[in-house]
């Protein structure tokens, strides 16, 4: 049973690009959440995906956009990237949006911004 | 403003002895709070949860108490092992909503 996946593990981009995440939730969950841990931190929540539709979203700039596809899988994409987007970028899945229990992690991507 | 607190960046346990890593929260509507532990290049894994229902929850060598009055979890491990050395990350939730996280403590067991 594969757990929760992200791609890529790392990249590097310069300041201005644009950079997609991929995540594929673990079997099974249909709720995807993205997080940001930026370095000596705690992750902090960007958004949350259920049914195809961004239903909470912390405190991120618009520059920070995601979609949810039909098999529950997410992409996150970062617009015009300042340096202090560096940070690893969470990926976190969830049996149903709303239920108590853990979130499941991805092992992360790494962006680095130059 | 930061609604769940870890107020010790670090923490150094010798091995076989008690380790005690505090989280508090100031958001009095969170109603499950959980540990995660993180090792380098890996991600978050959930380690032991409390509802707020409760004072207690033990699993294995892990042990969460919860002091709702206080705003105050902690998270006991005993004993210590060199394995346990992470990242240790306190987390908030109220139903509905998104979890939050403290910064984490960095515990170090030395044999």
């Known amino acids: 049973d594969a757990g929760v996946t992200q791609s890529p593990t790392h990249l590097i981009k310069t300041r201005g690009q644009q950079v997609t995440l991929r995540c594929s939730p673990k079997s099974g969950h249909d709720t995807v959440s993205w997080y940001q841990q930026a370095l000596g931190q705690g992750p902090q929540f960007i958004f949350q995906?259920?049914?195809?539709?961004?239903?909470q979203r912390g405190n991120f700039p618009d520059r920070f956009s995601g979609h949810q596809f039909p098999n529950y899988s997410s992409e996150l994409n970062v617009n015009a990237l300042l340096l202090g987007d560096s940070a690893l970028y969470l990926c976190a899945s969830s049996p149903r949006q709303g239920a108590a229990g853990e979130l499941f992690f991805g092992e992360g991507s790494r962006l680095t911004v130059l | 403003d930061q609604q769940v607190k870890q107020n010790s960046p670090s923490l150094s346990v010798q091995e076989g002895r008690i380790s005690i890593l505090n989280c508090d929260y100031t958001n009095s509507m969170f109603d499950y709070f959980l540990w995660y532990k993180k090792y380098p290049a890996e991600g978050p894994t959930f380690l032991i949860s409390?509802?707020?229902?409760?004072d207690k929850n033990e699993d294995g060598r892990f042990t969460v108490f919860l002091n709702k009055s206080a705003k105050h979890l902690s998270l006991h491990i005993v004993p210590s092992q060199p394995g346990d050395s992470a990242v240790y990350f306190c987390a908030a939730v109220s139903y509905g909503q998104n979890f939050v996280f403290g910064p984490g403590t960095r515990l170090s067991v030395l044999p």
């Open positions: 995906y259920y049914e195809e539709e961004e239903r």
């Open positions: 409390i509802s707020s229902i409760k």
